[in-house]
């Protein structure tokens, strides 16, 4: 069993930043690949970002591609997903969500946390 808690959202301007953090419960940490997917008022969920159990490996949505960064610290059971140059497109909740399974698919993860809501204001 893993439990996730998001943080890091908020209100910022167009163009601005932010750091959202995804916090892990467990031993086992290591073995999950993590993703980050987002959800706007009326749309379905949807791929942000994930990361292999290990750090070494990423991929992103066209769409946060070369502006979103993902990263994770085994030894915090943390996964981050760095935000810069936000759209107003961008505002959602965000969610982070483990999985055995390198997907980009919702149900392909396992455990999700509770959101983040991002609010970007043009």
């Known amino acids: 069993q893993v439990q996730l808690v998001e943080s890091g959202g908020g209100l910022v301007q167009a163009g601005g930043s932010l750091r959202l953090s995804c916090a892990a419960s467990?031993?086992?940490?290591?073995?999950?690949?993590m993703g980050w997917f987002r959800q706007a008022p009326g749309k379905e969920r949807e791929f942000v970002a994930r990361?292999?159990?290990?750090?070494?490996?990423?991929s992103y949505a066209d769409s946060v591609k070369g502006r979103f960064t993902i990263s994770r610290d085994n030894a915090k059971n943390t996964v981050y997903l760095q935000m810069n140059s936000l759209k107003p497109e961008d505002t959602a909740v965000y969610y982070c969500?483990?999985?055995?399974?390198?997907?980009?698919?919702?149900?392909?993860?396992?455990?999700w946390g509770q959101g983040t809501q991002v609010t970007v204001s043009s």
């Open positions: 467990g031993r086992t940490f290591s073995s999950y690949a």
């Open positions: 969500a483990a999985s055995r399974k390198w997907v980009v698919v919702t149900t392909g993860y396992d455990y």
């Open positions: 990361i292999t159990g290990s750090g070494g490996g990423t």
